[in-house]
């Protein structure tokens, strides 16, 4: 594209008729485009999101940065150790039902072959 060119476009499309009426009368009243008048409008709802974002983002540096410290390396040790020392109580285990047809049955024995 060349300097030339026509900047790129969005087509919006309401859900709500009364949106694109409100927008019309508004931007008829400015004596702005629609088009000027929603591009004013998104970017600063989007700037108000960003300055949202950035301060939940600060505040969950804070928060973090208030957490009891801990060695990341210990923290890693100590799991494992859990992992293999206390029994899961969500084990899988196979059920005492019959295999009447013969399907956990077909299903081992492909598993067996890999």
Known sequence: MNESSSPPSLILQFRNPETHRMLREVAETL?????ELAEVA????LAGMEGNLDRKLAQTLDRLRTFPGEDPDQAAEDFARREVTIEDPLRARRAGAEDAYGIGAAFARRMERG
């Open 31 to 35: 004596g702005v485009s629609m088009s």
């Open 42 to 45: 998104i970017q600063q709802e």
